[in-house]
Nanobody
């Protein structure tokens, strides 16, 4: 059974940075469509960014454009979400998800087959 693990969350002051990592066992993560999502209690899970398997094209939700960067490392086995200029409203549990899509990536959670357990990001002074 494919297994996904996120890491890198924590507490950071506004304006600071965090680097989230997503790794998988059972398959090469970079060969799948990979998305990062976030959720706060009582709200829907929100798409943050995703990266395609075929050409590494990316998508970002408007609220993180210019601040977050998604990329692949470690021979495509790790997907990184670099988060800079963090704001209190970025506080959430962040989830990594993967889907065996050949091209492109999904910005909504329903299409993803495999999910990690999430990592908490708290932006506060």
């Amino acid at each position: 059974q494919p297994h996904i693990v996120e890491s890198g969350g924590g507490l950071v002051q506004p304006g600071g940075s965090l680097r989230l990592s997503c790794e998988a066992s059972g398959f090469t993560l970079g060969n799948y469509a990979v998305g990062w999502f976030r959720q706060v209690p009582g709200k829907e899970r929100e798409g943050v960014s995703c990266i395609a398997p075929n050409d590494d094209s990316t998508w970002y939700t408007d609220t993180v454009k210019g601040r977050f960067t998604i990329s692949k490392e470690n021979a495509r086995k790790t997907v990184i979400l670099q988060m800079d200029s963090l704001k209190p409203e970025d506080t959430a549990t962040y989830f990594c998800a993967a889907d065996p899509l050949v091209k492109g990536c999904w910005s909504t959670p329903e299409q993803y087959d495999y999910w990690g357990q999430g990592t908490q990001v708290t932006v506060s002074s």
